[in-house]
């Protein structure tokens, strides 16, 4: 049985909380945070619980065995090279690290220590994006022309982030495990309207080989939450709206056939409109899939698509996309 510690019990850390104390092999041990609210709040949950303001405490009581760190991105590393210096694994918040320094010291650490690191890039868990993958490998959509996801919403303003930093590393682990490869450059064009110096609408796009495109559009002044990710291939084309409740994937039938003609130098195009299909896809909550794997990932070694590399590679485009942002949309080459 796996006692786990977690640092932050904001947001996301209520949502560990509870998966990792109904997941298969392990059990909350103890919870951090420097609020004292949100502690009284994790007592008022879980009354038995042992609680501290003190995250070395934490780290270094000998009844934890991994460490769950759901705290502000600045800082990650210190938190998680702690933890595995005193010989506990880790599941880290996403993004992973503020630099890919940061991210290759974890990494190389974890190594020489036989530990374990997991990024909590929760979207990868989801029924939704597991069948997208199994479609594209099964080259259901064909050759992939191009990837466009769409993340807008009002709020909420992150005080030590902008929003690339905030919102696309959801789309960007989704996009690196769906397409596979590594991009090989990007151009980031964005804006800030507070006098913050941090951008609160920004757009990606990654350029693949094969002449592959991938958008990205993220966005804190949107009146409307949008989550929309399209795939278009030579064979078919998908949609992906993590907002509906039933239908979240729609497969269309859809596609253009450009062909030339001897002694013509016209393209005749054509156009095909045939049906549209939902698949039905697994509705386990993802959270509890990604616990499952954290404790397997410990346990028994069994390799995880979120481990401390993808993490890192997921870092070193948020990296480039600042650069490109900070030099007017500038390619950057990864």
């Known amino acids: 049985m796996i006692r786990l510690g977690i640092i932050g019990y904001g947001y996301w850390g209520p949502n560990l909380a509870r998966n990792f104390n109904i997941a298969e092999g392990s059990k909350v041990g103890c919870i951090c945070d420097m609020n004292q609210k949100s502690l009284k709040k994790v007592l008022k949950t879980y009354p038995d619980m042992k609680v501290t303001s003190d ?14 760190i759901a705290t502000p991105v600045f800082t990650h590393h210190g938190l998680a090279k702690m933890a595995l210096e005193e010989g506990k694994s ?33 979207f990868l868990y ?21 990837y466009d996801s769409v993340r807008v919403n009002l709020g909420l303003f992150q005080h030590d982030v902008n929003v690339v930093w905030d919102l696309a590393p959801h789309d960007l682990s989704v996009m690196e495990y769906i397409l596979g490869g590594k991009p090989e450059a990007v151009i980031a064009t964005g804006a800030e309207h507070f006098n913050r110096g941090l951008e609160d609408l920004a757009y990606l796009t990654f350029y ?5 495109i991938a958008h990205i559009n993220v966005n804190w002044l949107s009146p409307i939450k949008v989550r ?9 084309m998908l949609v992906w709206n993590d907002l509906e409740p039933d239908e979240k994937i729609k497969i269309y039938d859809k596609g253009v056939q450009v062909k030339t ?13 045939g049906d549209m299909w939902a698949p039905r896809i697994e509705q386990t909550e ?15 070694g069994r390799e995880v698509i979120n481990n401390g590399a993808a993490g890192l590679r997921v870092v070193r485009m948020l990296e480039a996309s600042s650069e490109s942002l900070k030099n007017n949309g500038k390619m950057v080459y990864l």
């Open 261 to 273: 003609k001897e002694g013509q130098y016209n393209l005749l195009v054509s156009y095909r409109s």
């Open 208 to 212: 693949y080989k094969d002449n592959v």
């Open 126 to 146: 989801t029924g939704a994006v597991k069948r997208i993958k199994q479609f594209v490998d099964d080259k259901v959509l064909g050759d992939i022309y191009y």
């Open 286 to 300: 993802a959270l509890k899939l990604l616990a499952d794997s954290f404790n397997d990932y410990i346990n028994n």
């Open 90 to 122: 880790v599941l880290v918040e996403k993004p992973f690290t503020y630099t890919s320094a940061e991210a290759e010291e974890l990494i190389e650490l974890a190594e020489k220590k036989n530990l374990k690191i997991m990024v909590d890039h929760t």
């Open 55 to 68: 995250s070395a405490e934490l780290i270094k009581d000998p009844d934890i065995d991994a460490v769950a």
């Open 228 to 236: 929309t990710t399209m795939i278009g291939g030579q064979k078919k």
